[in-house]
Antibody, heavy 121, light 106 residues
Framework: EVQLVESGGGLVQPGGSLRLSCAAS????????MSWVRQAPGKGLEWVSS????????FYPDSVKGRFTISRDNSKNTLFLQMNSLRAEDTAVYFC??????????????WGQGTLVTVSS | DIQMTQSPSTLSASVGDRVTITCRAS??????LAWYQQKPGKAPKLLIY???NLESGVPSRFSGSGSGTDFTLTISSLQPDDFATYYC????????FGQGTKLEIK
């Protein structure tokens, strides 16, 4: 059974940094692209970043580009999200999600339980 | 960017009802659409992928249809466990989600 367990969330001041981790089990980790998706309190879902199975290719929406960095350690089956220059609007639950390939397109098929990031002074 | 619009935002229904949620994309996304169910404090759960394909383990009362810009999620006979928030999501060009439809008990 695929399991994704996030950690590293917490309270951080505006302009600060935080690093999230996602430990994966029950899958051949290097075979799958992975993503981070966030959900602000009481709001909908927003894609934050994706990374290819080998870690060579990364993707971001404009809202976090240049501030967030996704990476992975395939030897430890772990996904990371380095978040810098944090803003109040980055406050959200951050979910780690596995991407499943369908032809040349990918959708999220497994999700972790999420970790809360609060940006506030 | 592709925008996804769901309707209604809130839906009140009773156990046993047949309900339909619609999702419209701002441009054609072929069939690259997924539907998720989310309960409070929990992660989203995949229900449908590629517009109409039922994820393994998901009850057959859930079905999806559509292509291009217009899509629907139908629950044929509501069960108590189905009251939740539902999101559509396009994966034709990166990923965007609809704003969600909260399915409430009438």
């Amino acid at each position: 059974e695929v399991q994704l367990v996030e950690s590293g969330g917490g309270l951080v001041q505006p302009g600060g940094s935080l690093r999230l981790s996602c430990a994966a089990s029950g899958l051949t980790f290097t075979s799958y692209a992975m993503s981070w998706v966030r959900q602000a309190p009481g709001k909908g879902l927003e894609w934050v970043s994706s990374i290819s199975g080998g870690g060579d290719n990364t993707f971001y929406p404009d809202s976090v580009k240049g501030r967030f960095t996704i990476s992975r350690d395939n030897s430890k089956n772990t996904l990371f999200l380095q978040m810098n220059s944090l803003r109040a609007e980055d406050t959200a639950v951050y979910f780690c999600a596995k991407l499943q390939r369908s032809f040349d397109w990918f959708y999220f098929d497994y999700w972790g339980q999420g970790t809360l990031v609060t940006v506030s002074s | 960017d592709i925008q996804m619009t769901q309707s209604p935002s809130t839906l009140s229904a009773s156990v046993g009802d047949r309900v339909t949620i619609t999702c419209r994309a701002s441009q054609s996304i072929s069939s690259w659409l997924a539907w998720y169910q989310q309960k409070p404090g929990k992660a989203p759960k995949l229900l449908i992928y590629r517009a109409s394909n039922l994820e393994s383990g998901v009850p057959s009362r859930f079905s999806g249809s559509g292509s291009g810009t217009d899509f629907t999620l139908t629950i044929s006979s509501l069960q108590p466990d189905d009251f939740a928030t539902y999101y559509c999501q396009q994966y034709n060009s990166y990923y965007t989600f609809g704003q969600g439809t909260k399915l409430e008990i009438k």
